[in-house]
């Protein structure tokens, strides 16, 4: 390759739970930089979820974020004129990036009245194996294991 790698950010802790994992899914739960806003609602989906399930609401998140994280994707590639579906394992940076991104994704289109109880839903939705961000883990692997044939294409 000609141009070096970029160099990986150092992300901070949270000032609650002090968690790494925590800051990478309210970054992405932010929207146009107001960060403090974004960290309220996570927190108060984690107090929601506390208060629904009496255990630890940040466990539930974890063992619900780790429910909706894929091991495997399909990736196009064209071969000889036809494209082919090719199974291929996920390096462990972005499995946790598509699982947060579906998390988020799914708890923006519940229909409940603040985000924090969306994602509070979503996130116990998650935590029982069900849910919209569970399903298309689901489908994921699923679309894997069809086009499993394919998997000696992969590069």
Do not use: C
């Not at 150092?10 to 309210?26: Q, S």
């Not at 929207?31 to 255990?55: H, P, R, W």
Request: charged share 30%; hydrophobic share 35%; aromatic share 10%.
């Amino acid at each position: 390759m000609r141009k070096s790698k970029p160099k990986k950010r150092i992300i901070l802790p949270d000032p609650k739970f002090n968690d790494v994992l925590v800051t990478k899914f309210v970054n992405n739960l932010m929207y146009t930089g107001k960060k403090n806003l974004a960290f309220q609602i996570f927190y108060d989906a984690i107090d929601q979820v506390s208060e629904k399930t009496g255990e630890d609401g940040l466990e539930v998140w974890k063992k619900g974020l780790n429910n909706v994280t894929p091991n495997v994707e399909v990736r196009s590639r064209r071969i000889g004129g036809a494209t082919f579906q090719i199974p291929s394992e996920i390096r462990p940076s972005r499995k946790s990036s598509i699982g947060m991104k579906n998390l988020i994704l799914f708890a923006r289109k519940r229909h409940e009245k603040t985000m924090s109880s969306k994602l509070a839903g979503e996130i116990m939705a998650a935590y029982k194996e069900e849910g919209a961000a569970f399903k298309r883990k689901e489908d994921t692997h699923r679309m894997a294991d069809a086009n499993k044939a394919f998997s000696h294409f992969r590069f």
